[in-house]
């Protein structure tokens, strides 16, 4: 990237929320008060099961005549929604082989493709790894259903002022998609019923201290891409991550350690060909593309996230210079994360009329151990591995009346819900366009 462009989006960055507050950064020892937290939390959640046990099937508001969607979704009711499509479509659900801390199974479907083999998806869509993101699985369940409504009644979509047809709802499907609505449940779960804005997943193991608030692991910390703080420079160190359980950035005491991020490696590991990924985080207006270590560069391939020549010096995007260190993506890679980046992002910023900015992940803020990262750097780590295209998009805004910025209004939930499954469709038409094999 150029000097002028990296500064300009560093200046953007300073401005933008995106999943930390801005003193959740650096460290971020913030305790949560349910005192100091509650107050105003946007959209209730949903108290009973609007799918009874899946008797009735989710369908979304891009066809037409939507589920009651006055409350969010609870945790339960992602499992008795997927269960309605299973029963409504045929479709085929699984479970990862990992228990979550409280003891909860994380529930998959994979819908469309060319036939049921697990080399015939190509897309992996992520909802809710950060609990307190409300909205996010709702619009993958949601938008799956969409898509199997239009499916079986021939018709097409329509998302706030971006409408697609019977045919782009066949090419969508075509590209074969394995979803995980909710990845952490324990997490959602324990957020929607103290409404205390947590954000890390409910482990307690690695705080000693044994205080209710300083335990879990943000699992967009815990995978295995420079993990090891020692490969980042002094100076960014201590915000790309933490060590210290009490932060909200703590990382866990390995990559790899938390079971849910475990099911994203197994979802990666058992759907071989995946090409394209989305992680859904809330809230910025933003659509990220790798790399999100440092600035991108496509001259150098020996500078990247596996030589531990440059640990001192990875992480600082103001040293843009080429002696310095830039995380290597070639030029034909960059190219397509960015050309399919702005065909969604721009979408996006239609839907609803909401402006979304398409940029490098690293120029929101050098991260460790993140989804999008471990995804695309899988193929390069293990030349045995499929590349895959990762993106982590930002939707919705904060909402300035709860005391949980995170926590839409009924309002920003359904413009948001417009924004991610119009960007969702419009993902999965550039990736059949772009390539999937
Ligand atoms: C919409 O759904 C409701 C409840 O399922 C049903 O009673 C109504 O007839 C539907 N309306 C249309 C236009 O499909
Ligand atoms: C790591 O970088 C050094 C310094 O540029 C280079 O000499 C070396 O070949 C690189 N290692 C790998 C494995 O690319
Ligand atoms: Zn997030």
Known sequence: MKFSQASNVLLLAGLANSCLLPEERAGGHIRRSLNRRQGNNGKAIGKGDRFNGGSSFPRGIGSGNAT??????????????????????????F?????????????????????????????????????????????????????????????????????????????????????????????????????????????PKSSSSGDPDTIGVDLNRNFDFAWDLKKWASSVASEVASTDPSSEVFHGTAAFSEPETQAVKYILDTYTKVRWFIDLHSYAGDVLYSWGSDTDQS?????????????????????????????????????????????????????????????????????????????????????????????????????????????????QYTSSLQETNAGFMEFLLAAADIGLE
């Open 68 to 93: 009651d969607m006055s409350t969010i979704l609870n945790v339960n009711e992602v499992t008795t929604g997927l269960q309605g499509l299973v029963n409504a479509y045929g479709i085929q659900t």
């Open 299 to 411: 001259t150098q391939p020996y500078k990247n996230f596996l030589n531990s020549t440059y640990d001192s010096i990875r992480g600082i995007t103001s040293d843009s210079t080429s002696s310095k260190y830039g995380e290597y993506i070639s030029s034909e890679d960059l190219n397509n994360v960015q050309t399919a980046g702005n065909r969604f992002g721009n979408v996006m910023s239609t839907a609803a009329g909401r402006k979304y900015t398409v940029m490098q992940s690293a120029y929101l803020y050098p991260t460790s151990g993140a989804s999008d990262d471990y995804a695309f750097s899988r193929h390069i780590a293990d030349p045995t591995k499929n590349k895959v295209y990762s993106y982590t998009i930002e939707f919705g805004f904060g909402n300035n009346q709860a005391s949980c910025p995170f926590y839409p209004t009924a309002a």
């Open 95 to 203: 479970v990862t082989p990992y228990k979550t801390y409280e003891g909860r199974t994380i529930t998959g479907a994979k819908i469309g493709g060319s036939g049921t083999a697990n080399t015939n998806y190509h897309v992996y869509l992520n909802g809710a790894i950060h609990a307190r993101e409300r909205g996010s699985h709702d619009s993958v369940l949601y938008f799956i259903s969409d898509l199997l409504y239009a499916q079986k009644h021939g018709t097409g979509l329509t998302y706030g002022k971006k409408s697609y047809t019977n045919a782009d709802v066949t090419k969508a499907l075509s590209t074969g998609i394995v979803v995980t609505p909710l990845i952490n449940p324990d997490g959602v779960n324990y957020d929607q019923t103290s409404n205390s804005c947590w954000r890390k997943n409910r482990n």
